[in-house]
């Protein structure tokens, strides 16, 4: 890992956490088959971002007041939450590639495909980390499911930005707005810790113009890989003395936390959610396959949980690529 990417530094453990056409959008929440759903992305006033003005209105929304403001979505849930029995992993596993970016740009220092993300929430506005996730459209960006929908009881959120690469006042590859949000039946019904995974299929943005993996790359996904993997977990912790706007990371090896979950040593606090864990992190372009993402903690301030990928997140993937236009 490059030294400009912050480390976290814990015990125990050594991982111890101009648009060339909008998206098209469905006009409701859409449930699709194997525990998916949908929604068109839209406005705080409740529009579809379904064309220029749209997408011009969500990037206008987020001046730096506002990103400056974003509350930092909770990672503490009740430890309660963690007295499950595993669940043994079951199906066969399987990788998507990574992929360089075709524009050329390079990882600065940092991953490139990770970023900030910003949202509206009841109240006011929030803020994520996610990734951007290769696949052939070269459309996605995947987060936590608590990124995009409150759970069980709430609703979507409004005005999802991805801004990729983001460093204090630098937007080095400038910003993308989404089309469609898809995540888990489960987490939107009943907070399922065990689905809380996300996936944003985004418009043309950034400073080509152009779609998101084309202009940052894209990182690879795996499925079915275990309970025990070497990962780095990337992400913009913004509470606890973090400052939210600097990309910092975790390494070392996972384990199963409960029921379908890895654990990690790591000390990213709130804001990181929705950041990756990749496996094979190539820290000269940024790249690795992404494993799980940050979920949640339990008592411990120094571990983290993360969704256990299966067959659950490729249906997802297979979903949000579907709903993607060329």
């Known amino acids: 890992m490059r030294s400009i990417v912050r480390s976290v530094i814990v015990t125990g453990a050594s991982l111890a956490l101009t648009v060339a056409g909008a998206v098209a959008a469905q006009a409701q929440p859409s449930a699709g088959a194997s525990g998916n759903v949908s929604t068109v992305a839209r406005t705080s006033d409740g529009k579809a971002v379904t064309d220029r003005a749209a997408i011009a209105a969500v990037d206008a929304f987020w001046t730096p007041e506002r990103m400056a403001a974003a509350v930092d979505l909770n990672l503490k849930v009740p430890d309660s939450a963690g007295t499950g029995a595993p669940a043994a992993p079951q199906g066969k596993s399987g990788s998507v590639a990574p992929a360089l970016p075709k524009l050329g740009l390079a990882a600065l220092n940092q991953s490139i495909t990770v970023g900030k993300v910003y949202v509206s929430v009841p109240g006011g506005t929030g803020q994520c980390s996610a990734s951007a996730l290769n696949s052939g459209k070269r459309r996605l960006v995947i987060t936590a499911g608590h990124c995009v929908h409150a759970g069980a009881g709430g609703g979507w959120y409004s005005n999802f930005i991805f801004v990729p690469g983001k460093r204090q006042a630098s937007e080095p590859v400038g910003r993308f707005v989404a089309g469609n949000l898809t995540t888990r039946t489960a987490w939107i019904n009943s907070s399922n810790s065990d689905e809380d995974m996300a996936i944003a299929i985004m418009n043309n943005g950034g400073i080509y113009g152009a779609k998101v993996v084309d202009t940052v790359g894209g990182n690879g996904l795996r499925w079915n890989w275990g309970y025990s993997v070497a990962v780095t977990i990337l992400g913009y912790p913004a509470a606890g003395g973090f400052p939210g706007d600097v990309q910092y990371f975790c390494q070392g090896t996972t384990w199963n936390g409960h029921n379908q979950q890895v654990r990690a040593w790591c000390n990213m ?43 659950d997140i490729k249906s997802l993937y297979d979903y949000a690529e579907g709903l993607s236009p060329a």
């Open 269 to 311: 606090t709130q804001g990181s959610s929705g950041g990756p864990w990749l496996q094979e992190y190539n820290d000269q372009n940024g790249l690795g396959y992404t494993n799980s993402v940050v979920s949640h903690r339990h008592d411990d301030p120094n571990q983290m949980d993360g969704p256990y990928f299966d067959d």
